[in-house]
């Protein structure tokens, strides 16, 4: 079987583990599925690092005192209809999510440009696209995580502590839907490969 897989991404992971399973009969005969799966295990290990930032970020707008908020409709909606935890106010929730998921998604898109992807289409072009996507994920997060922490206290079995944990949990998974299309199709692209006739 042709080495042409492993010669070409020798430059990005020469000697390195993702390299060699990349170079395995399975990743080359399933190379769709396999690179969804490197994409999925980046997102584990990002959401991780998203996580503890989240938590960090709590507790260092609670620290602050943290309580306005710009004036937009949602953000009222919210703050009528959301139940913040004791200690806790809207624009800590929100801006938590908000740098939360600007440190994770920084994460994702270097590991995955390199290791998932081995993309090498124009980086400025790309981390532009990135921006693009990662604006529009921390407007979303910012609305779907505060609406779903404001929620689940009113479920009355969830513990008080785990509240901020699954509301991040569950934003991300509901980002989750355009995330992977968009770094797949859109901005981790390699340049077409021109035949070679010789």
């Known amino acids: ?27 080359r005969k399933h190379v769709e599925f396999w690179t969804f799966l490197k994409f999925a295990a980046v997102s584990f290990f990002s959401a991780g690092i998203e996580l503890g930032a989240q938590l960090a970020a709590l507790a260092a707008f609670k620290a602050a005192g943290l309580s306005r908020l710009p004036d937009i409709f949602f953000f009222r909606f919210l703050a ?11 624009a800590m929730v929100v801006y938590a999510f908000m740098a939360s998921t600007a440190v994770g998604y920084t994460v994702g898109f270097f590991i995955n ?8 289409a124009n980086i400025a072009l790309s981390t532009f696209l990135y921006v693009l996507l990662v604006v529009f994920t921390i407007f979303a997060n910012s609305l779907i995580g505060p609406a779903i922490e404001g929620f689940l206290p009113r479920l009355g079995f969830i513990p008080e502590g785990l509240i901020p944990v699954l509301s991040k949990v569950l934003s991300m998974v509901a980002s989750a839907v355009w995330i992977y299309p968009a770094n797949r199709f859109v901005i981790h692209r390699k340049k077409k490969e021109v035949p070679d006739n010789g």
């Open 1 to 27: 079987m042709s080495n042409d897989i492993s010669n070409e991404k020798k430059g990005l992971n020469a000697g390195g583990f993702v390299a060699r399973l990349d170079d395995t009969a399975f990743a």
């Open 80 to 90: 009528e209809h959301a139940e913040m935890r004791e200690g806790f106010t809207l």
């Open 113 to 120: 440009r390199k290791a998932t992807f081995h993309a090498d």
